[in-house]
């Protein structure tokens, strides 16, 4: 090969390959709308809300950022809302161990924040990230168990070296309880924690909370 | 020293290589604030912000100080404007300047990150490029003046060599791909989307391209290699390089949102990135062995062909281990990537810069032979520093893939039970490279001036 056939394998091979790369870009604009709901005006002010503060220069997103923090994309579908709320406004009121300090956002820029959140929990990422192996192979031992699982309470709780780090973990957590305070909690916890950041499950029925309970007194 | 414009391009490095040696010591306390998050007064996003800024900018003041030294020297003539040159680097150390001290004062008081006129107006808030739209606008006119410059000069004498036009035409790509990156998007999917264009599109397309005139050019520098023979390769190397990155930047494309035929485009362009970085590893080993002309400069060459070596290991293997979506969607948003971060950064632009610090050294302080050893110590401490990082950091996303996205543990629970020892190591480790950092500093400033030792 000649250095001209070079250079010209290599001028007429680029603009080649950037006019494929145009095309896939513009048929890309033209179906991503389609793979995530409708962007209404708080899910921009929130997106607004995530650049303000810099939230990537600690988490990721989509799997991009910085490897700090957990990742955001479908932090929405995994936690509660009115906790992830609680926690943006002021992680170590609900978490004293967190490493993420008060930002100083307002009740506004956290609502809007928490719907972006929501919209990105929602955009079709061909299946990322994956679900974990163990999960799938998870068999319950008791119906507080299985409660336990399907409530998905690990999100935020630990119970032997598994799960969420967002609450206490509850691995020794039976001899600390009476059963009746317990069940009254976790139907409502603020009536016996006020500061408490954990939603209610005041939806279960007076059985399953029994059965969860008795499940959590287990645990020691 | 030859040419009055050479002191523009010792103003370039001069600031390049303090910036490297901020870089470093953020990059520590980083290191430190995984291990313990309060550690500083500022908080990790702005340190890390700081870390990888003074890198992109160090590296960009490297290539713009590189390429005034090598147009001045490829014509044979003085800089079209050293006026102009002087003024766009003055412009740019005071850009810069103003932008760190915006991220500082953000750090201090997130709520002064206010929006004015629609943007914001001390961090955009957008990993990289988060310097605000006040400071885009003057980085593109710093870069075009530069361009305007070079460009000039290359012009002037009617000279066009192929080291110019490469390279000329990898700054003009990398000037134009920052576009894609200044405009506000209200889909995140979309906002990443072009996000990927600028960062993918320089780091493995536009630097890559002046990586190879650099390289091509300091071949034959140190070497006396055939010019035509030498462009020949470098035309092979560049096109191949954008033949598989333009495409291969489908691997940004798998999980954030944009249609599923980019696993199937990512996956196979990007598993062929590595091929001209073995190119490049080949054809710089083959030239040195039939070189024309005893070589003078041992330490340029050294730098050069490490860089070339550690192109291909950080930006080739340690890439092309987790580029596969099957792979990818396992290691995507882990350490496995930082790994693969940090040592395909030093080994492509951090010793390609470097190495061209070294290659015009002799030029720039008007002697013919300098004590080399010096450069030899900076090198083994950082490169093996270097190499501990990124072993430490594998050893944490291997860790992190297999309990967070296999198990199912959570990532606070990996962090800081699972993979504490990994951030401690790697912390000491980056007090090893700051330490072959300090010797290159001091060797920068004094090697030339000092008299030669006897025996080297």
Known sequence: MSKKTAKNFFIYGSIFFFLVLVVLTIDTMIRVPKRAPVITAEVDAGKKVWHKYDCIGCHTIMGNGSYFAPDMTNVAGRKPKDFLKKFILDPRAINPKAAMPKLGLNEKEADNLMAFLEWTSKVDTNKWPPKPVLAAARKEASTGQAIYQNQNCAACHIVGGIGGTAGPDLTRIGPKWKSEELTRYLKNPASVKTASAMPGFAHLSEQELKDLSDYLLTLQ | ?456
């Not at chain 2, 001069?14 to 470093?24: E, G, M, P, R, W």
């Not at chain 2, 035309?235 to 954030?256: P, S």
């Not at chain 2, 093996?384 to 967070?404: D, P, R």
């Not at chain 2, 504490?420 to 790697?426: A, L, N």
């Open chain 2, 1 to 456: 020293m030859g040419y009055e414009s050479h002191k523009i391009a010792n103003n370039f490095f001069t600031s390049a290589i303090l910036l490297f040696l901020i870089q470093i010591v953020v990059g520590i306390i980083a290191a430190l604030q995984f291990v313990w998050p309060d550690f500083f007064i500022l908080n990790f996003n702005t340190i890390r912000t700081l870390h990888i800024n003074a890198l992109v900018v160090w590296l960009l003041l490297g290539f713009m100080g590189a390429s005034y030294y090598v147009i001045v020297e490829e014509s044979e003539t003085e800089l079209w404007s050293i006026p102009l040159a002087r003024f766009q680097f003055w412009a740019t150390i005071l850009t810069v300047g103003l932008v760190v001290i915006g991220y500082i004062i953000m750090g201090f008081y997130p709520q002064a990150n206010i929006t004015v006129f629609g943007t914001l107006l001390l961090n955009e808030g957008r990993e990289y490029i988060e310097a605000p739209r006040w400071a885009d606008i003057l980085i593109v006119v710093s870069v075009l003046l530069f361009l305007l410059n070079t460009t000039m000069t290359a012009w002037k004498t009617r000279k066009f060599t192929d080291v110019q036009g490469v390279l000329i035409a990898g700054n003009l790509f990398l000037a134009l791909m920052y576009l894609p990156g200044v405009f506000y998007t209200k889909n995140m999917i979309m906002d990443q989307f072009w996000w990927w264009w600028v960062i993918h599109l320089w780091v493995e397309g536009a630097w890559e391209l002046i990586a190879a005139a650099f390289l091509a050019f300091s071949l034959h520098k140190l070497l006396g290699a055939d010019r035509t023979m030498l462009a020949k390769w470098m035309y092979i190397e560049v096109g191949l390089v954008m033949f598989t990155g333009i495409l291969g930047l489908g691997h940004h494309y798998y999980w954030i949102g944009t249609p599923a035929y980019w696993l199937w485009i990512g996956g196979i362009f990007s598993a062929l990135e590595p091929v001209p970085l073995v190119l490049m590893v080949w054809d710089s080993f083959r030239t040195t062995k039939y070189a024309t002309k005893p070589v003078e400069n041992r330490v340029g060459l050294f730098y050069t062909i490490s860089h070339v070596v550690f192109n291909f290991v950080g930006a080739g293997l340690w890439g092309v281990f987790h580029t596969l979506p099957q792979i990818n969607k396992y290691t995507h948003g882990t350490q496995i990537t930082t790994a693969h971060g940090h040592i395909a950064f030093y080994g492509v632009y951090a010793l390609l810069v470097l190495a061209m610090i070294y290659i015009a050294l002799p030029t720039l302080r008007g002697v013919k032979q300098f004590n080399q050893s010096r450069g030899y110590v900076a090198f083994w401490w950082m490169t093996i520093s270097m190499i501990f990082i990124t072993f430490s950091l594998t050893g944490a996303g291997l860790v992190q893939s297999y309990l967070e996205r296999v198990m199912g543990l959570d990532y606070v629970t990996v962090k800081s039970a699972y993979n504490h020892y990994f951030w401690i190591f790697r912390a000491v480790f980056g007090v090893g490279f700051l330490v072959g950092v300090l010797i290159f500093v001091k060797d920068f400033f004094v090697a030339g001036k000092e008299p030669l030792a006897k025996a080297s």
